[in-house]
């Protein structure tokens, strides 16, 4: 183990990516009705995805409690780490964060230092990787945070949703309102906004909003090999595929990865949606 452990949420959508790097993943609980299932450990995603479609009773997500923060801190610095990097999910979206800075400060704050990283899915994924790369090199904590400090604010994140039903159940509108009375004639691309879902553009085809999506990378990303992207969907791997393949073809990002996202995030997209995440 390195002396400094990753621990991040699964909101993350890292899925086997996380174990591999190292990094510890903190679950959130997804509930149908009176069931309660840990995100990744009591519910897979095609289970998780079967039931969305098929549940008469529509899925919440909850943040893990303190408690479970505090058991797994307590893990890790007692299993040979010496301090510890916990990166989460805007604090605007989920109190994981709130969760997750409780429990270092009940533990031991001077050695572990928990960041609201403002983004969510892959985007947090990306700086986790980082993280934990950084980690195994054996940079501290300080550097690694810094790196993480100094990325967080460059993510960009764009995503279209064929159905907004699912976002505006749970709740994670932000700045969306606007276009919910509009939703059956518009395909809107969203995007984080000070860590909140907001409205980026809309268009009248999801062709389109994809299209526009890639067009953003391969515009905004100054330089072949100079940038980390990720692409994200729901139940759309081959559609994926291609927005990968494009982006590839168009910029060769220095690290390019394909996930779906898990249930947590899923409970908000629902199936069919795409995303992209880059930072310069």
């Known amino acids: 183990m390195s ?19 190292g990094i510890a993943v903190m679950p959130l609980t997804i509930s149908f009705g009176n069931e309660h299932f840990r995100d990744g450990i009591d519910l897979t995603r095609d289970e998780f995805y079967k039931r969305l479609t098929t549940s008469s009773q529509p899925p919440a997500t909850a943040q893990p409690p303190p408690s479970a923060f505090s058991a797994l801190y307590a893990r890790l610095l007692g299993a040979g780490a010496t301090e510890i990097v916990s990166l989460h999910c805007s604090a605007a979206l989920s109190g994981t964060y709130n969760s997750a800075a409780s429990a270092a400060k009940e533990i031991d704050a001077s050695r572990i230092e928990v960041i609201d990283t403002r983004s969510v899915s892959l985007g947090l994924g990306l700086l986790a990787l980082q993280a934990a790369d950084d980690a195994r090199r054996g940079l501290d904590r300080a550097q690694i945070v810094q790196r993480v400090c100094s990325d967080a604010p460059k993510i960009e994140l764009y995503a279209t949703i064929p159905s907004l039903t699912y976002l505006a159940r749970g709740g994670r ?6 276009i919910l009375g509009n939703v059956l004639r518009i395909v809107p691309i969203i995007t984080l906004r000070d860590g909140e879902v907001a409205e980026y553009s809309k268009v009248r085809t999801f062709a389109r909003a994809v299209n526009q999506m890639v067009e953003i990378v391969t515009t905004r990303v100054q330089g072949r090999g100079r940038a980390r992207v990720a692409v994200l969907h729901s139940v759309a791997p081959e559609l994926a595929a291609t927005v ?17 996202v898990g249930p947590t995030v899923g409970t ?8 992209v995440v880059f930072i310069q």
């Open 3 to 21: 002396p400094v452990a990753v621990v991040t949420d699964s909101t993350a959508d890292l899925g086997e990516l996380a174990t591999k790097a």
């Open 244 to 260: 990968a393949r494009r982006i590839e073809a168009a910029i060769a990002p220095a690290l390019l990865i394909s996930e779906p």
């Open 173 to 178: 509108i932000g700045q969306l309102q606007g």
């Open 268 to 275: 908000h997209t629902g199936p069919g949606a795409v995303g």
